[in-house]
């Protein structure tokens, strides 16, 4: 079974930084494809925050750009998402996402999974 599992969260000062990760799981996973964080801040709608692809291409939310880097190291497994200059409307439930592809003796199937979500609070 595949596992996304988030580091923790937790509560920050305006201005602070604070640097994510994610790790994926599970004896059946083949390869990690594209992988995302996004967040869902209370009111709002989910907004996805950044990706990257497994060429190292990123994308990010305009409201994140210049303060957020996302990086992958994809023999571990791993998604990282580095929060600078953090702002109180950054304040959100975050989840990371991967598209994992797994085998089974059913075959190979790809499907995305995400973490549980971590609660960051920034404070001003």
């Known amino acids: 079974q595949v596992q996304l599992v988030e580091s923790g969260g937790g509560w920050v000062q305006a201005g602070g930084s604070w640097r994510r990760s994610c790790a994926a799981s599970g004896s059946s996973i083949v390869s990690i494809g594209a992988r995302g964080w996004s967040r869902h801040a209370r009111g709002k709608q989910r907004e996805l925050v950044a990706s990257i692809n497994n060429g190292g291409s990123t994308n990010y939310a305009d409201s994140v750009k210049g303060r957020f880097t996302i990086s992958g190291d994809n023999a571990k497994k791993l998604v990282y998402l580095e929060m600078n200059s953090l702002k109180p409307e950054d304040t959100a439930v975050y989840y990371c996402?991967?598209?994992?592809?797994?085998?089974?003796?059913?075959?190979?199937?790809?499907?995305?999974?995400w973490g549980q979500g971590t609660q960051v609070t920034v404070s001003s």
């Open positions: 996402n991967a598209d994992v592809s797994t085998y089974y003796r059913t075959g190979y199937r790809r499907d995305d999974y």
